[in-house]
């Protein structure tokens, strides 16, 4: 039997309150757990998401408000402990690197690679980036020509000089490992590109030893090294012991749960995962995670989202006025291929918005009228598997020849980690099955009520099956479907999505989504 399925967020720095790229890894997240879970319904997902609390930026953030930084951490990481209730994410573990048990973890790592002589005192002069929490080499950084400060290639974050005394890890050990991890192992790394870019870095430029900890006089906001309380472990080389934490790491060191099977993380993160921690993996004699799914970003206007330009769009406020599934579905509609940065727009997410409940809540509601039912109840009585033996032609019969291909779309997009195109899939057949009814008309006294039974049944059916493979983009609107259509708690896996299998019960017609609420200006 697999173990469990193991997935992980970022864990989010709350120097701010969350923001739409925030939502977008959660969702993400939260798409391939809830779908492994209809997948596999008695293997264990274990979900873990959480808040980065340590580092120079929380630091500066706090001494700028005039609060302790235990005080600003407390209050914005409930932010996003509330983001995750309000999105309907379904983590299993909520984890604060403030934790008496992470600092545990991490001071066990430490001890075990410097108990290897992998970590070393030396002197890093270079460039950091306070707002990245990053230190860069010169050829990391450029000189915008509108700015005397020099800017991170790779983020656009400012840095500054730095020289200081400070422990390094001995990642240049791990170069030809790395490397050879990477160029045999496909599908460590999604989208493809990323992989392509890191192998070409691991093969063209030499990794240098990176740095893990700051003189306790610049950094006094996080964990002190082990045995040298003069000196803050580096904000990175913590955060990333946090998914060994989640596990119970150390006590359950040999546990089932390592490695994860999915690490959602941002674009610009990819090095700090792709890198550093599976170097530190390595040097513990533990196996790295099987895929990196790193997304890109959301922007606004084609520009990226700044609180100082005034464009950050609110999480909060978007699922109060859409509902939280409208705002789920647009961010898998949209931004569920990864490759590319997306533009953040209400106008985009108004039409996805109307899309589904188009799609799916007026067509339940049109299959359910009271019309409908009065004419399927004069034909004699039918079930949709003695349906089946008859053969369906024209619109119908198109209808449930997609149906029937419907599992196993769904199941390959998303084994290729196609969110978008397994969303494709599922509306596609919505969108047929509205123009069948449409074309069918069972509400007309022009067609037959057996006719009207035909159109009826395989509505129901279509229902049931793209209900279930909905449950992990729009659960709550599934959920409420598949109540209102009856079917068993226990017929709601992706094994029942075959065509006839599962069964319909009293049918009731209800709302399937929130309502929107009035968007500032009038409009709906």
């Not at 790229?21 to 274990?46: C, K, M, N």
């Not at 990481?77 to 403030?98: K, M, P, Y």
């Not at 170097?279 to 206007?301: E, F, I, K, R, Y």
């Not at 198109?398 to 998303?414: T, Y």
């Amino acid at each position: 039997m697999d173990k469990p399925f193991y997935i992980t967020t970022p864990i989010f720095y709350p120097n701010a309150a969350p923001h739409i790229g925030h939502l977008y890894s959660l969702v993400t997240a939260d798409i391939f757990a809830r779908f492994t879970r209809i997948s596999e319904p008695d293997r264990q997902v274990h979900f873990l998401t959480g808040t980065d609390e340590h580092g120079l930026k929380i630091q500066k953030a706090a001494k700028d408000r005039g609060i302790e930084p235990s005080v600003l951490c407390d209050a914005l990481s409930e932010q996003f402990r509330r983001l995750g209730t309000r999105a309907n994410i379904s983590n299993t573990v909520f984890l604060r690197t403030t934790e008496a048990r992470h600092r545990g973890a991490v001071e066990h790592v430490w001890r075990v690679l410097a108990a290897q002589d992998l970590i070393y005192k030396g002197t890093y002069s270079g460039w950091y980036s306070i707002s990245d929490e990053c230190f860069y080499t010169d050829s990391q950084i450029t000189y915008p020509p509108s700015s005397l400060t020099p800017v991170s290639i790779e983020t656009g974050s400012a840095v500054e000089w730095s020289s200081e005394s400070n422990y390094k890890f001995r990642l240049s050990s791990f170069q030809e490992r790395l490397l050879d991890y990477y160029t045999a192992n496909p599908r460590s790394i999604y989208p493809s590109a990323h992989r392509e870019g890191l192998i070409n870095t691991l093969k063209n430029e030499p990794l240098d030893d990176l740095s893990i900890s700051r003189p306790r006089e610049r950094l006094n906001w996080g964990i002190p090294v082990p045995g040298d309380m003069s000196h803050t472990m580096y904000v990175w080389f913590d955060a990333l012991t946090v998914y060994l934490t989640g596990i119970g790491f150390p006590i359950e060191r040999q546990g089932s749960l390592w490695p994860p099977n999915i690490q959602v993380i941002g674009k610009d993160i990819v090095r700090f995962h792709a890198l550093y921690l599976p170097a530190m993996l390595l040097a513990m004699g533990m196996p790295l995670s099987h895929t990196l799914l790193a997304h890109a970003h959301w922007t606004a206007q084609q520009r990226k989202m700044s609180k100082s330009i005034g464009n950050v769009a609110d999480p909060f406020d978007a699922m109060d006025t859409w509902g939280v599934d409208a705002v789920r579905f647009y961010m898998a509609r949209v931004g569920g291929r990864f490759r590319d940065d997306v533009d953040w727009s209400p106008e985009q997410l108004e039409k996805h918005a109307d899309e589904i409940r188009s799609l799916l809540g007026n067509f339940f509601l049109r299959i359910t009228s009271r019309t409908i039912q009065k004419r399927v109840a004069s034909a004699p009585q039918l079930t949709f598997v003695q349906l089946l033996d008859q053969p369906l032609n024209g619109p119908n019969g198109d209808v449930l020849s997609s149906l029937r291909n419907l599992k196993g779309r769904v199941e390959q997009c998303m084994e290729k980690f196609e969110v978008g195109d397994a969303l494709d899939a599922i509306i596609l057949v919505l969108r047929e099955a509205n123009g069948a009814l449409t074309h069918t008309a069972p509400w007309s006294t022009q067609n037959s009520p057996e006719a009207a039974q035909v159109s009826y049944l395989l509505s129901l059916e279509v229902l049931r099956v793209t209900g279930i493979c909905l449950q992990p983009f729009i659960p709550e609107a599934a959920r409420n479907l598949l109540d209102a259509l009856g079917v068993p708690k226990t017929e709601r896996s992706m094994d029942f999505t075959a065509v006839g299998k599962g069964n319909v019960g009293g049918v009731k017609g209800v709302k399937l989504f929130e309502g929107k609420r009035e968007r500032a200006g009038g409009g709906q």
